[in-house]
Structure formats: C-alpha cells, structure tokens
C-alpha cells in the first residue's frame, strides 16, 4: 500500500461508522454456498441438460433460455472463438434430436475427449453461476477457491449479468427459494462493487496524482465491466505494456480488499 493509500484506509477506520450502510453489502459479495450445496446445483444443471430429450415443451423453456444466453455470453468474450467452441460442445452434446457422444462430440470438433469433458464442466460451471449468481464463486475450479470473492466477482461480471436477462421461470420447485436468496446476494455483491468502486475513485479524487491513482480502476472497468477487449488491447488502450496492466490489476484488486475490509 502507497502512502496516500494508507493514511486514506486509516481516515476510513476512524469514520467506520459513516460507512455502515456498505458493510452489508461486502458481507453479500463474500457470501457463499457450501462446497455440499454447489455440487447439488451442479448435478442439478448437468442433469437439466441430461433430460433435455426426455421432458416436455413447457419444462425445457428454461434450459433453452439458459443456453441460448450462455451462447450469447460467449460471444461477448474476448477469446469468442475459444468460449463459442465450448458452446458447441454443450449443444451437440445435449441440446440437438439425436445427441452426440463425448466421442462423438471429439470427432466433429477436432479435439480429444479429455477437451471435450473439460469443455463440458466448464460450461455447466456457467450455468451454474448464471442460475444461483456470485454465491458459487468460490467454489469454482480453476484455483479460483483461492480469489478474494472481489476477485471472482470482476471475473464473472458479464456472466452474472448476462443471466439478468433469464426470464422464464425456475421449473425445480424444491430449488426456488434457494435461488431467491442467491440472487438477492447477488444483486447486493454488485451494489457493493459499485460502492467500493466510488470509494475508491474519492480516494483517487484526495490524492496528488489523481489521473495516475484512477487509472487501474478505468484499467478494470474497461476489461471487466465492459469485457469486450483483452489484456492486450486494454493495454494498447492506454498506452501500456503487458506486465504495466497487470500490476494495475494487482493494485486495484489489492486496493478494492483493503476498502471492503475496513468498511
């Protein structure tokens, strides 16, 4: 933490209680599901997805919103080409009259099978998180149980916001009210972000070089919240090398933390 940094963080901690109204908020962005409960709801999608022949018209309305968004999704990313390809996989698995094989699926695709599971729990991961929202974050694999939930939260903000557009209702009865209060998590993790975002931009308004203190908050926004460019092109953005963007990332991350720890 910088000088400015530190003296700003202590001003916080002796004005803590002008900042109760955002306490709640962080607690909501670190809210999670039980390990237990995030492999019932990932049973629950892949079982979805497995039955999607076998039910009628009137229940598969919500599977096929589900991955119609997700294939939306997709192609919002910056690696399309790569997250459309994951697409595919779980559609000519699941989704088409005559449902290919893991084999099969390898054969069309031109990849091995191992590629094609791998590709398969990555996407059903997906669903997951735009059914039940930042709840399951820190369950995910890929180390991302090790990410502070600020952390998972920038990296699956368009997914979790895609997924607002989910309209038709949840057919699993049983399931409803768990995922009522996973979304109003959910909406109360986003609020927080967005506060601890304009924290942090009164903090870059207090400082002496206040361009250089914002700039990895607009680093940030531009590749998470907006999502459409990758490292390099947010790099290429603002002028940047590859290593000048990740050490923004790393501060802004850091400095985000330190915010929602001390309010």
Not at 2 to 31: A, C, N, P, W
Not at 72 to 83: G, K, N, R, V
């Amino acid at each position: 933490m910088d000088y400015e940094g530190f003296h700003y963080i202590e001003d916080m901690k002796q004005d803590g209680e002008s900042r109760t109204d955002i306490k709640e908020l962080v607690q909501q962005m670190r809210f999670s599901v039980p390990e237990t409960k995030y492999k019932q709801m990932k049973n629950l999608i892949r079982g979805m997805l497995s039955e999607y022949r076998k039910r009628g018209p009137a229940e598969n309305r919500f599977t096929e919103e589900l991955v119609k968004l997700h294939g939306q999704y997709c192609q919002l990313l910056p690696d399309s080409e790569t997250a459309k390809c994951r697409h595919n996989v779980m559609v000519y698995r699941y989704m088409l009259k005559s449902p290919l094989s893991n084999k099969a699926v390898a054969f069309k695709m031109g990849m091995s099978v191992k590629t094609v599971h791998n590709y398969l729990d990555k996407g059903i991961e997906e669903l997951v998180i735009m059914c039940f929202g930042t709840p399951v974050l820190s369950c995910l694999s890929c180390g991302q149980q090790e990410k502070d939930g600020i952390e998972n939260i920038l990296d699956n903000y368009q997914l979790i916001q895609i997924s607002e557009n989910l309209n038709q209702d949840f057919f699993w009865s049983n399931w409803k009210m768990e995922r009522s209060t996973c979304i109003e998590m959910t909406k109360g993790a986003l609020q927080g972000l967005e506060r601890l975002f304009s924290l942090y931009e009164e903090f870059a308004k207090e400082t002496a070089l206040e361009d250089y203190q914002r700039r990895p908050l607009e680093v940030a926004k531009l590749l998470y919240i907006d999502g459409k460019k990758d490292i390099a092109e947010v790099g290429d953005e603002f002028g940047l090398s590859l290593g000048s963007v990740y050490s923004d990332i790393r501060k802004i991350t850091e400095r985000l933390k330190e915010l929602a720890d001390t309010v």
